[in-house]
């Protein structure tokens, strides 16, 4: 392997259960609104589909449970889940240990990109609720990839909305 395919010339971010301790939020915000639509999850339940998509949770749990009977389409259980994922982020989402240090000491330094299997309006909601939202010079949401994580899409978008190649990014994940 040659060093000029080891030099880094930007980092990405993921940003739940990295930047910020969403992942609870995410747990909290399912188990009550599955719980409301009759589909009864607990936190290890929750673990099982972590790092997902939310339309791709849904799909998970329709799968899962094919005696759950849930009338709402898919669609409307993912705008109620956000809904209550942004207002508990806003009330009380706070930064993971020494994240937002070590994104603002490598602003200097790196382009920084932020790639997320969250859609676009928690990502934006997480971001001002930690004063980052100007840290990022991509914001890239898995949202509209063909494919979600565990797949490299958004990252692979995020590298090249940079315009830097992959190869030359490094990438921070939790999971």
Known sequence: MSSSTLSIHAVLFDLDGLLIDSEPIWQESEIQVFGELGLFLDRKKCMQTMGLRLDEVVRYWRQQQPDWRCRESDDTIVARVLKEVKRRILESGEPMPGAISLVQRL???LPLGLASS???EIIECA????NLSDAFQVVHSAQHEERGK???DVYLSAAKSLNIAPNHCLVIEDS
């Open 107 to 109: 602003q200097e330094k």
């Open 127 to 130: 971001l001002q609720r930690m």
């Open 118 to 120: 969250s859609y676009m």
């Open 150 to 152: 565990p797949a490299p």
